[in-house]
């Protein structure tokens, strides 16, 4: 008796919850309805709230002056919405999940003299979409995104753009930089130029999967180009020039008809630069090269083009296939002149030389790709065949007389000639198989690549008045490399969490021939690449995730020559043959793009170190590491005017973007006598204001502050940058102007230290034409849609080190 009475009390709290009736949930929404040509509030316009199973209306609302509706008591949460308003052509969103979200956000209709057909979306694209291992970015809803793609990325909160060299970076981590899935070698001050209005999506990935290389930065950013989806034409063209004599365009172009679609793309720029420098350097063991001082300016220009071109082709609806060849071109023309004085230690003047240098080349390189896809009867069931070929070719002169006071009318006069010569192939196939709500993908990839760095050097003799190699710096050096790879990934999705998963397997053989020393060596590496993603979705503008991963960087060809190149009176450089691969493990929590905290534990990280040998020679090179620690913590108050946010700011002001980022480093290793072990923190703060000035101009101003760091073996003095842009757009927003002031206060310059058991060295710089006023030009015709291509190149075949 007792124990059946203990059961039924036991059994009595499960009970009341099985058969208690639950009441009824009511959902609302809210939203905001404008003119998509004016941007002018929508007064009285129709909201319709609308059953999926049948179209019928649950209930509606009506815009008040400023465009903003309210519907409320709705009895399901997930609905239509549809958007209808007389001269205007009506919308509708077939899916909007009430239960993530009450916030429909701001919503464009397309004003019409005549009745047209009703256009019917999946869904509104958020400003920022969540994944698990990504969050991607919608161009066309960032603030700026009538400028650059920098101007717009700067406004996201996700990446932190560095105003003085406007390098990306994510976490304190250099990013790799794709287009359309591909590696794109655009420097940091072209992407400044590239229309925002050119890109669809901006993908920032940060746990990049099985599926792509494991070589690379440790992020990826992802640029998604638009494309027609519809039989027509499309495109844009852009012009932008600055006072600095930088000066931009770029063209986009579309033809879409039945199963055919043809893309191109075109990209230039020319940019000339300006700056002055001081630096000094102590050879602390040298009694008569025991200081050095020196001032010097340097100038010079850089023409860079970039063209693509190709098609899309469907066979049918199961089989398609796309083939492109891009070519991206590269110049520099540069000259420096810098005066030195050389002391003793008892800092009595030995003698004086100036440096005159001019260095110029081309980096140019030829890919063609292309690709083909099986469908099966099962969604996302497919089987996909990737090859592509890229061709480099990288040559240089330069020229340096070294005119001693010591030797007047004798001046060392020194012409050098690089040439870079590289191909590359790479294979891929992938198969993904759906399974329920997972997904599973496998696959495997070989990559063949060969280089051919010969070095030619001649000094002028005045012995036998005639140039020579007397110091027997001409060399050829020759390096191939085999990379195998297996991958298996799995990914799914349980409620509102989204799970993935993978494992990469890669070997890679290398083969080294420095033909001048008679030298050979080769390596070979087997690695594994494991990464998880986990992320939770409260809602539209909350996503807890966690990811970890591994990456690799294999050593670059510069890296690994040994033999020297003369830089200089005593002051050289050379190669490491014995560099390994250097590894990070990454491990991060981040609450959408406003908090990230994360753990980056690295071996083998490659860095410059300096040393001295006989005497006062200071010899530079690149070693690898022990270990790296960092650990770091992302700040970012992203506010944005629109229904999406939980309150309104005045009309006036369009967004406030604060991002803080703190780093804390810890390194240790080691380079000949010098010990490069060191502890460091550091954080930077930047800021942007966008507001709505008259006639409908928009006004952002950015700002940038990173103060002085220190540690035992360097020091630097820190940077702040100030900037403010104007834009306005015509013509139902098909031309849009832009205007942009540049550092007016000309703050870009900056003082760094290296200390040393052996050497102490300080360089200070000065960038005379940073402050500039540019103005550019962006015209849309038809518009277009995103375009989608596939990641092949594994970003090993980027820009080559340029001599100067």
């Known amino acids: 008796m007792k124990l059946r009475s203990l059961i039924f009390f036991l059994m009595l709290p499960f009970c009341s919850l099985l058969f208690a009736q639950k009441s009824p949930e009511n959902y609302k929404l809210t939203g905001n309805l404008r003119d998509e040509t004016t941007g002018k509030a929508l007064v009285s316009a129709t909201v319709s709230i609308l059953k999926r199973a049948d179209n019928k209306t649950l209930t509606g609302s009506i815009t008040d002056e400023k465009g903003n509706f309210t519907a409320e008591n709705i009895p399901e949460k997930v609905v239509r919405v549809r958007l209808s308003m007389l001269g205007y052509q009506t919308m509708t969103i077939d899916s909007v999940d009430l239960s993530e979200s009450s916030r429909l956000g701001l919503v464009k209709l397309k004003s019409s003299a005549i009745v047209m057909p009703e256009i019917v979306i999946k869904s509104l694209k958020p400003m920022i979409e969540f994944q698990a291992d990504r969050q991607i970015l919608n161009m066309d809803r960032l603030p700026g995104s009538s400028g650059s793609v920098t101007d717009a990325l700067k406004n996201s909160g996700v990446v932190e753009v ?192 100036n440096r005159n240098g001019t260095n110029n080349g081309d980096y140019g390189s030829l890919s063609l790709y292309g690709f083909f896809k099986r469908k099966f009867e099962a969604k996302g069931h497919e089987l996909t065949f990737d090859l592509m070929y890229t061709k480099i070719n990288n040559p240089s002169e330069s020229d340096m007389v070294l005119d001693y006071s010591n030797k007047p009318g004798m001046p060392e006069m020194q012409n050098g000639h690089t040439g870079v010569n590289a191909n590359t192939l790479i294979f891929k196939t ?183 040998e006989n005497d006062s020679v200071l010899i530079q090179s690149y070693v690898n590491l022990n270990s790296g620690k960092t650990f770091g913590v992302d700040l970012t108050l992203p506010y944005y005017n629109s229904p999406m946010m939980p309150f309104h700011l005045p009309d006036f002001i369009t967004m406030i973007n604060v991002q803080y980022h703190f780093l804390s480093r810890k390194q240790t290793g080691k380079y000949i006598t010098e010990d490069l072990s060191m502890t460091e923190n550091s954080y930077t703060l930047n800021a942007n204001l966008g507001l709505k000035l008259w006639y409908d101009v928009d006004l952002n101003c950015y700002m940038y502050y990173k103060p002085k760091t220190k540690n035992r073996i360097a020091y630097s003095n820190g940077y702040k940058y100030f900037g ?81």
């Open 430 to 612: 992938d198969y993904a198989l759906p399974i329920a709500s997972s997904r599973l993908e496998a696959g495997y990839s070989f990559t063949f690549r060969n280089r051919e760095n010969d070095y030619d050097v001649l000094n002028y003799s005045y012995r036998i008045f005639d140039w020579r190699d007397s110091l027997g710096l001409s060399n050829t050096f020759r390096y191939k490399e085999r990379i195998n790879a297996l991958y298996a990934s799995l990914s799914y999705k349980i409620d509102k969490f989204d799970i993935k998963g993978g494992l990469r397997a890669e070997n890679l053989n290398t083969e080294g021939n420095q033909v001048t020393m008679q030298t050979a060596f080769s390596e070979n590496f087997l690695n594994f690449f494991p990464n998880l993603n986990v992320s939770y979705r409260f809602n539209d503008l909350f996503n807890l995730g966690f990811n970890t991963f591994r990456r690799v960087t294999y050593p670059q060809i510069y890296y690994i020559n040994p033999f020297r190149q003369y830089q200089g009176p005593n002051s050289f450089y050379a190669g490491n043959p014995e560099l390994k691969p250097y590894y990070v493990n990454s491990y991060a929590v981040n609450l959408s793009q406003y908090i990230n905290v994360f753990y980056v534990y690295s071996t083998g990280y490659y860095s410059s170190a300096t040393a001295t």
């Open 162 to 353: 560095d105003p003085q060299s406007n390098k990306i970076s994510v976490r304190g981590q250099d990013v790799k930089l794709q287009m359309d899935g591909h590696e794109y070698t655009l420097s940091s001050d072209m992407l400044a130029q590239l229309p925002a209005a050119m890109i669809d999506q901006a993908e920032v990935i940060f746990a990049p999967g099985a599926k792509e290389s494991a070589e690379g930065g440790t992020y990826i950013l992802n640029l998604i180009s638009k494309k027609n989806t519809f039989d027509n034409y499309s495109g844009s063209v852009s012009l932008n020039t600055a006072t600095n004599k930088n000066t931009g365009g770029g063209l986009n172009l579309n033809y879409k008809k039945d199963n055919l679609n043809i893309f191109a793309q075109g990209f230039g720029s020319y940019y000339e630069f300006e700056s002055s420098s001081e630096s000094e350097r102590y050879s602390y063991p040298s009694q008569t090269l025991y200081h050095q001082k020196s001032k010097g300016s340097s100038k010079g220009t850089s023409p860079f083009g970039y063209a693509k071109m190709g098609f899309d082709y469907d066979f049918d609806a199961k089989n398609s296939m796309t083939m492109y060849g891009s070519y991206n071109l590269n110049g520099y023309d540069y000259t420096s002149l810098s005066d030195y004085s050389v002391m003793n230690n008892q800092e009595l003047y030995q003698y004086g030389y």
């Open 724 to 804: 403010v842009y104007f834009s306005k757009s015509f013509m139902e927003n098909k031309l849009r102007l832009n205007l942009s002031i540049n550092d007016p206060f000309q703050w870009q310059n900056g003082v760094n230290e290296s200390f040393g058991s052996t050497y102490y060295t300080r360089g200070s710089y000065k960038s005379t034409n940073s402050r500039n006023i540019s103005l550019g030009i962006t015209y849309m015709f038809n518009d277009y849609k995103d375009r989608r291509d596939r990641n092949v190149d594994d970003g090993r075949d980027g820009a080559g080190k340029s001599s100067f």
